[in-house]
DNA sequence: TGCATAGTTGCGTCACCATGCAATTATATC
DNA sequence: GATATAATTGCATGGTGACGCAACTATGCA
């Protein structure tokens, strides 16, 4: 199969190579912010979570609302205070889903039945 | 557990957690290049990728350039031809590895025995 | 009603990045 | 050596995004 060909055949992986959901865990403050929310293995509040991080209130809430809207976090209001929370099994399942899709395939030639460059022994 | 104090215990799920790793996905181009790369199952030359996208053949070269820094892709050169090959192996184990810092964990309340928000018992 | 707390949003700034084009390097062929 | 092909790199440009500050909204409390 040819990349070209590959690319026409839009299966069901494509649908996991979500660039948003890449984008949103690919900044170290929200990374941080995942990370401390996943320890914690509880809903925290905007305030707690400005606690683990180095910027800006403000921009502790702007990520989380990214996390958010990115399917990562889920958020549920109580009086003033918004509580956030990791996604844990659509991200357990995620995850699991492109390891399955990396799983190591049977060797192939780099040009199958072919004599020019590429080919294998 | 505080944020902070989860912050403070930078275990090993922190490693996993890689900036850069989710930046290089985090790009349209470049997950289209990782998917028909995939998908092919064999190793691709620059030239061959070009036709899977519409950028410049420069922008696909640079792209791939990423990926193979980022870990994600492996090249070899033979001739003037440069093959790139998705680490299956590596991928697999790394989107494992961050399904199961994922595994759903016992619920928690939001404040464990405690009357005030965030305080740590 | 007045004030304090929790969080979001507007705005300006700075840095980074994706892109295309052109120049360059490296290798193969004539 | 001359030429063609494969790929990388320099450069300019336009767009995006992270950040801090300030203003604003929303809720709780006296």
């Given at each position: 199969?040819?990349?070209?060909?590959?690319?026409?055949?839009?299966?069901?992986?494509?649908?996991?190579?979500d660039?948003e959901f890449f984008?949103a865990m690919?900044?170290?403050?929200?990374?941080?912010?995942?990370?401390?929310?996943?320890?914690?293995?509880?809903?925290?509040?905007?305030?707690?979570?400005?606690?683990?991080?180095?910027?800006?209130?403000?921009?502790?809430?702007?990520?989380?609302?990214i996390l958010e809207r990115a399917g990562l976090l889920t958020?549920?209001?109580?009086?003033?205070?918004?509580?956030?929370?990791v996604r844990?099994r659509h991200l357990?399942d995620t995850?699991?889903?492109?390891?399955?899709?990396?799983?190591?395939?049977?060797?192939?030639?780099?040009?199958?039945?072919?004599?020019?460059?590429?080919?294998?022994?």
């Amino acid at each position: 199969m040819t990349p070209l060909e590959a690319a026409r055949a839009c299966g069901r992986v494509d649908s996991l190579f979500d660039a948003e959901f890449f984008k949103a865990m690919s900044d170290a403050t929200r990374l941080r912010l995942l990370s401390c929310l996943t320890k914690c293995r509880r809903p925290c509040s905007v305030t707690e979570l400005t606690e683990c991080c180095s910027v800006d209130f403000s921009v502790v809430s702007r990520h989380l609302g990214i996390l958010e809207r990115a399917g990562l976090l889920t958020s549920s209001k109580e009086g003033r205070t918004v509580f956030y929370e990791v996604r844990y099994r659509h991200l357990s399942d995620t995850f699991q889903a492109l390891a399955r899709s990396f799983d190591v395939p049977e060797r192939k030639t780099k040009n199958p039945g072919k004599t020019r460059i590429g080919r294998r022994s």
